[in-house]
């Protein structure tokens, strides 16, 4: 089976934000998070995000991510302003261009690790052959090929994460979010998968924002930038 990969002579914009702010409540007090916020992400271009713990890093990719309406300013993903679509061409938009990774894997405990991927293939409404192909595809890049058959109660750490990292990219969205993808892991371990996961990613000439408290892992990526006081600064 052939990777379906974005073309790599292209360099337009993924992911671009204008103007976003987001507010929260504390009683009858607004604390702004994020004030102002212009990003763009072009193909295949991978962006860290670093800050402080509180400094709103999750909240950025959540909006960026559709999964947090209520902000101000303009969000265009891959072409696309999601500001007036109802809410199924909304899911779909997700469900189609953007891929998540989050610190901790959510992974299905009685599905193994090939199942778990495959599904995010088959709630799009592809073949159970054609996904399990994908699924195995894509777990041996990240070194499962001996796992595949494994549930995750079976799987150490970093296997488990490894999966749910295959099931976010598995579909080659245009722009993945990962938020502290392997935060949960010893630092031997994480850097391992990182740099498996870097590897993956850039062979499918995806895009990404991921988020990072690790400075030594956020040189790796293509761009860093720094989420201070709700702005964000090129580092």
């Not at 990719?61 to 679509?85: E, K, M």
């Not at 630092?187 to 499918?204: G, M, N, Q, S």
Request: net charge negative; glycine share 8%; aromatic share 4%.
């Amino acid at each position: 089976m052939n990777k379906l990969v974005h073309d790599e002579n292209e360099s337009v914009s993924i992911l671009s934000l204008k103007g976003v702010t987001r507010s929260f409540y504390q009683g009858h007090k607004a604390v702004d998070v994020l004030r102002g916020i212009d990003l763009e992400v072009s193909s295949g271009e991978l962006v860290a995000l670093i800050g402080a713990s509180g400094s709103g890093k999750s909240t950025l990719l959540q909006v960026a991510g559709l999964l947090d309406s209520s902000y101000d300013g303009t969000i265009t993903i891959a072409g696309t302003n999601p500001v007036d679509l109802k809410e199924d061409a909304l899911s779909a938009l997700r469900r189609d261009k953007l891929g998540f990774i989050y610190q901790f894997h959510h992974l299905l405990p009685d599905f193994t690790a090939e199942e778990n991927v495959a599904m995010a293939l088959r709630l799009k409404g592809i073949s159970d052959t054609v996904a399990r192909a994908a699924a195995k595809e894509v777990l041996d890049d990240l070194g499962m090929k001996e796992r595949f058959d494994h549930v995750p109660a079976k799987l150490s750490g970093g296997e488990q994460q490894r999966v749910a990292i295959a099931r976010a990219i598995v579909g080659n969205p245009s722009l993945l979010l990962a938020d502290e993808p392997t935060g949960n892991l010893d630092e031997e371990t994480a850097a391992r998968v990182f740099e498996l996961f870097l590897k993956t990613v850039r062979d499918r000439n995806l895009s990404a924002i991921i988020a990072t408290h690790d400075r030594s892992l956020a040189r790796k990526l293509d761009r860093q930038l720094q989420l201070t006081e709700g702005k964000l600064h090129t580092v």
